[in-house]
């Protein structure tokens, strides 16, 4: 899948260009002095090429007759709003707030230039026309599967302020303290799970994989939930996709040797993933009994869900994961997925894609029911790779000179849904959308803005406006592709109705008209 590639236009003016002395001024309400604008501090006018233009103070056009009607408070594309406008009525106030722990970020660098996605950036000195500039058009070329979208033009000061953006990323902020005590305890008790896992015959081939937010480094507010994934190398096995999904599979031996242990788990002549999951499951509820120096139990399972989920000490969640590891080409359906070339280079995306690829017992949506045979592609050690070496500079984020706010986006685009859902728990609408969600609109943002220079820190609040906007879009249009099978729909209607959709949409939506509130005062 190739990436989007936005058309920004072009600044009307540079700094010290000159405009003729017969234009009108700005239309009534555009501020003309840079100085007064009521962001914070450090939230600048952005320049050019971070998602789209924005027009600077002083610049001119034709004045605009006086309206006999009052004007609808929209956000203007090149005059600067007074005040970030409220823009939907429907949406109830929030009724609570709630705090959380920690994460956070560092310190921001200095700007790095910013680039323009159409070109080069105007020469200093030259001079404007004096031609009024065409409204921007829509992207020219979608990504298939992607919503189609025109270019995200938001102005730095109706963006939420970057000064309560940090506050909320330091609250997020997790200790080196408590990570190091959480993770002892964790690793202590997978480390028993995974040395009786290795004396059964079926499982005697099993390793840990470091996936998840923890190993990403985007996890927030408390070190609380763990993801772990157990890989079982199977060579000499075919799949055969399921009802043309693209993602779930079923699998079978090429050959089926007598002496194979996972003969057992075979339901004509496929590998049965409820069986092999049920008998997973089952190891591990008895081994956690030998556990005596920490509480461990085992939470009930959840229909649907590849994991085993077991509490320990009463306050530490961790998902434990089967995982079937295949080292041989990627299925079919992967083939225009992953659209990293214009971002981290297609260099990357072949080293990637030469490495093995994973399916997880996870059953696929039949009717109200699950196909309990399938099995599904998971990605989540090239996620981890992606976060890890996110810029398309290689240097980005190692030092403080080279840094971008894409991790501190995820991590609030993470927050906002956590605190929604915590929110509007006993109302389960929301009770389908995880955080992968937010990660698959990242990665597709991410694709459509790869440079560097549209992540600066400095304009954190920009960046996370337009990730709220992206996300935003594609709940309205039902379409979230996923990033490396970009055939299967996240959004479909069939895995998450139209009603949850529409009352996230809604949601999100009243917190940025309202600044927020669900994040707390600060």
């Not at 236009?9 to 009108?24: D, I, L, W, Y």
């Not at 590998?271 to 556990?291: H, P, T, V």
């Not at 997880?360 to 009717?367: F, S, T």
């Not at 992540?455 to 039902?478: A, I, M, S, Y």
């Amino acid at each position: 899948m190739q990436p989007r590639q936005g058309k920004a236009t072009r600044r009307a003016s540079e700094a010290g260009a000159t405009v003729p002395e017969a234009s009108a001024r700005s239309a009534r309400g555009a501020r003309t002095d840079r100085n007064e604008s009521p962001a914070a501090p450090e939230a600048a006018l952005p320049e050019a090429g971070k998602f789209g233009p924005a027009r600077k103070s002083g610049s001119r056009q034709k004045k605009s007759p006086p309206d006999t009607q009052e004007r609808s408070p929209v956000r203007a594309t090149g005059a600067r709003a007074k005040k970030a406008p409220q823009r939907a009525q429907d949406a109830r106030p929030s009724d609570s707030t709630s705090a959380a722990g920690a994460e956070g970020l560092e310190p921001p660098a200095a700007r790095e230039p910013a680039l323009s996605r159409a070109g080069s950036r105007r020469q200093r000195g030259a001079r404007c026309s004096s031609k009024p500039r065409p409204p921007p058009g829509p992207r020219d070329v979608p990504n298939p599967g992607l919503p189609v979208s025109v270019p995200i033009l938001v102005q730095r000061d109706a963006a939420p302020g970057a000064r309560k953006l940090r506050a909320v990323l330091e609250k997020l902020r997790l200790s080196h303290q408590d990570i190091s005590k959480a993770a002892k305890v964790v690793n202590g008790v997978v480390g028993h799970l995974l040395h009786r896992l290795k004396c059964e015959s079926e499982f005697e081939g099993v390793e840990q994989l470091h996936t998840g937010s923890y190993y990403e480094h985007v996890k927030i507010s408390a070190p609380n939930e763990f993801d772990v994934m157990f890989k079982l190398q199977v060579p000499r096995i075919q799949l055969e996709e399921y009802s043309d999904t693209g993602a779930y599979y079923f699998v079978k031996f090429k050959r089926n040797p007598k002496g194979n242990p996972l003969s057992q788990f075979l339901e004509d002549e496929i590998l049965s993933a409820s069986k092999m999951l049920s008998q997973f499951r089952k190891i591990i509820k008895e081994e956690i009994n030998n556990i005596k120096d920490t509480d461990v139990i085992m939470k009930r399972k959840r229909r649907g869900s590849p994991a085993v989920t077991l509490l320990i000490n009463k306050e530490i969640s961790v998902d434990i994961t089967l995982a079937l590891e295949l080292k041989t080409s990627w299925p079919a359906s992967t083939q225009e997925g992953l659209a990293i070339k214009n971002w981290l280079s297609a260099k990357v995306r072949q080293q990637l894609r030469l490495k093995p690829f994973y399916l997880v017992p996870k059953h696929a949506k039949e009717g109200n029911g699950f196909q309990e045979e399938t099995w599904r592609l998971s990605f989540s050690h090239i996620e981890k790779e992606i976060l890890s070496n996110h810029g398309k500079s290689k240097t980005c984020c190692e030092n403080k000179e080279m840094k971008c706010c894409r991790k501190d986006c995820l991590k609030l685009m993470k927050y906002l849904l956590e605190q929604l859902k915590e929110k509007f728990k006993d109302k389960k609408h929301l009770d389908k959308f995880s955080s992968y969600h937010v990660k698959t609109a990242f990665f597709h943002l991410c694709t459509e803005n790869p440079q560097d220079s549209q992540w600066d820190p400095k304009d954190l609040g920009l960046c996370f406006d337009n990730c709220v906007t992206h996300f935003l879009q594609c709940l309205r249009t039902e379409k979230l592709a996923n990033y490396f099978i970009p055939g299967f729909n996240l959004f479909s209607s069939n895995l998450i109705d139209k009603s949850s959709k529409e009352f996230l949409s809604k949601q999100i939506e009243y917190e940025r008209n309202n600044e927020f509130p669900v994040f707390g005062e600060f």
